[in-house]
């Protein structure tokens, strides 16, 4: 068999031989295939270095919003990057997110530049970010205005108010406190809004709040140096003599808080404040409109009364104009008459006068400086200023510091060299009533009300014994005349009636007296005539005489 599979195997010396052929460039063209594909993918990196932006990195306290390889960094709606990758800090404090910028955003991988998260907020201000509830959280840029670069960035938790590049100027005010202002507080003039609040800080000394502000050009030309700013915070309500007044810049303004500004009235400088210009922000825009109060001046006044009602802030005017306020009411104790006087602090402030400060600074001469007040408070006090404490409000029975002159005064001692000024007292209007009243009570308690009740016992009960004596004794009696004198005019109105005797005869006597009378008359009429006749008597009476008609009437009377 396997002599068979020999017979039947062919010779080797007939089989084919491979032929080798050596290439004439020195390496086989397999080669090729690898060499391109590594030429393509360094072409490739070489491209994507070319083309790649800056990396950087944003710290965030939350990453609330943001995805790895998904969440995008844009800036005014434009994709300029991507979030590569987010980590934890080793303190757990922050998120550091890394972001590849593109290579035409360089610029906003330098120093000034902001970074925040765009999410929807709610907040007083308004709603923000509400396009995000669909395509999702995304990272807001803002390049600064620096060329110095910079990769590490503190990512802001709030949009900022401005962005870098907007029309406009930036204003620092300064605040006794921030009340309900904010960041994004809107600022009003003329009742249209101008700006806003965009940040705020504790003054470093620990006294105040400086609040910087911006408003939008060419709006920004209405700030001058003269400018006012007032808090227009809330709703102001006044009632005077002319009704109830309500005063508001918007609804916003009573929610979120607001400022408003305007230049005072009269004459001032129109000029456009320089940029970061200083204000004060007063409480209201009365207070801010006013002329400048100058520089105060602290007064203490010693009460030896109850100020009950009197608070801090409450007014202190002169001659029925505020000069200034209390800042301090506090209890003291003399040990000499042992009682409890009140210590009164207040400041003035003596520019509120006006004319009347500047002719008084006059007339005791010398430079404005601390000695003047206490020379023009001596003149007054020995002109008769006194302090009272006067009732402002009967309902509430608030009081206020009235410094007013009181003639009768009596004269009192002024150390113009003390310090504080101390204004002498002087009790108030409220205070004589309450002596009045006092002296009133005083005498209504002298009056003795018992033994007057004692007596008044006694004769109430020799009233009584009276009485019971009438009802038992004099009024059966007086009964009984009541029935005789009944019985009198009874027969009385008999007597006196049309058909009783008495009547007729009255009437005939009536007729008697009138012939009577009528005959008197008569003879009087005749004497009158012949007064003769009380000598002669009276002679006979003469004949009648006959009247004949005269030719003339004849004829006029026949027809």
Do not use: C
């Not at 609040?211 to 700030?223: A, E, H």
């Not at 005083?442 to 004769?459: A, H, M, Q, T, Y």
């Not at 008609?549 to 004829?555: D, E, N």
Request: aromatic share 6%.
């Amino acid at each position: 068999m396997s002599d068979t599979n020999v017979g039947n195997t062919p010779p080797q010396d007939d089989l084919p031989q491979p032929v080798v052929r050596k290439s004439k460039l020195g390496f086989s063209l397999i080669w090729l295939v690898p060499i391109i594909a590594a030429l393509v993918g360094i072409s490739l990196l070489v491209s994507h270095f070319m083309s790649a932006g800056p990396q950087i990195s944003v710290t965030f306290l939350t990453a609330e919003g943001i995805e790895a390889n998904k969440t995008q960094v844009k800036y005014k709606n434009v994709v300029i990057g991507k979030v590569t990758t987010m980590r934890l800090s080793r303190d757990r404090s922050h998120i550091t997110v890394a972001i590849d910028l593109d290579k035409s955003a360089s610029a906003f991988a330098t120093k000034g530049t902001r970074y925040w998260v765009v999410r929807p907020r709610i907040g007083a201000g308004g709603v923000s970010g509400i396009d995000t509830l669909l395509s999702g959280a995304f990272i807001g840029a803002d390049a600064g205005d620096s060329d110095e670069d910079q990769s590490d960035f503190t990512g802001l938790e709030t949009p900022p108010a401005v962005t870098h590049g907007a029309p406009g100027r930036r204003f620092v005010l300064h605040a006794s406190d921030l009340g309900s202002l904010d960041i994004g507080s809107p600022v009003y003039y003329r009742r249209i809004q101008v700006g806003r609040i965009v940040s705020y800080q504790l003054d470093k000394d620990g006294k105040g709040v400086s609040l910087q502000l911006f408003i939008d050009g060419p709006n920004d030309r209405f700030v001058t140096s003269d400018t006012r700013f007032w808090n227009a915070s809330g709703v102001d309500v006044s009632l005077g003599a002319d009704g109830l007044k309500l005063n508001t810049q918007s609804l916003a303004t009573v929610v979120a808080g607001g400022v408003a500004f305007q230049d005072p009235p009269g004459p001032h400088n129109e000029a456009p404040a320089a940029e970061m210009a200083e204000y004060t922000l007063f409480d209201d825009r009365a207070t801010a409109i006013a002329p400048p109060d100058g520089k105060p001046r602290y007064i203490r006044m010693r009460f030896a009364h109850s100020l009950r009602g009197l608070a801090v802030d409450a007014p202190v005017e002169l001659l029925g104009m505020k000069v200034g306020h209390v800042v301090s009411v506090n209890l003291d104790y003399d040990p000499t008459t042992k009682t409890f006087p009140v210590i009164v602090g207040a400041l003035v402030y003596p520019q509120r006068l006006g004319q009347a400060h500047e002719k008084l600074a006059k007339a005791v001469g010398g430079p404005d400086d601390d000695t003047m007040f206490p020379r023009i408070m001596s003149g007054l006090v020995g002109h008769g200023l006194r302090a009272q404490a006067r009732s402002g409000n009967l309902l509430t029975g608030q009081l206020y510091i009235a410094l007013d002159f009181d003639p009768k005064a009596p004269k009192v001692a002024f150390d113009a060299s003390a310090k504080p000024v101390e204004i002498p007292t002087t009790p108030g209007d409220f205070d004589h009533l309450q002596e009045q009243i006092s002296s009133i009570v005083d005498k209504v308690e002298k009056i003795p009300f018992d033994s007057i009740g004692r007596n008044l016992d006694g004769s109430l009960k020799e009233l009584h014994g009276t009485l019971k004596q009438v009802n038992t004794d004099l009024l059966p009696e007086a009964k009984k005349t009541l029935q005789g004198v009944n019985q009198t005019v009874g027969t009385a109105n008999d007597a006196l009636s049309e058909d009783s005797p008495l009547q007729r005869n009255i009437a005939g006597t009536l007729e008697e007296l009138q012939r009577t009378v009528r005959s008197v008359r008569a003879f009087t009429d005749y004497l009158g005539r012949h007064p003769e006749a009380l000598l002669r008597g009276r002679g006979s009476d003469a004949p009648p005489k006959i009247s004949t008609p005269s030719p003339k009437q004849g004829k006029e009377e026949q027809p």
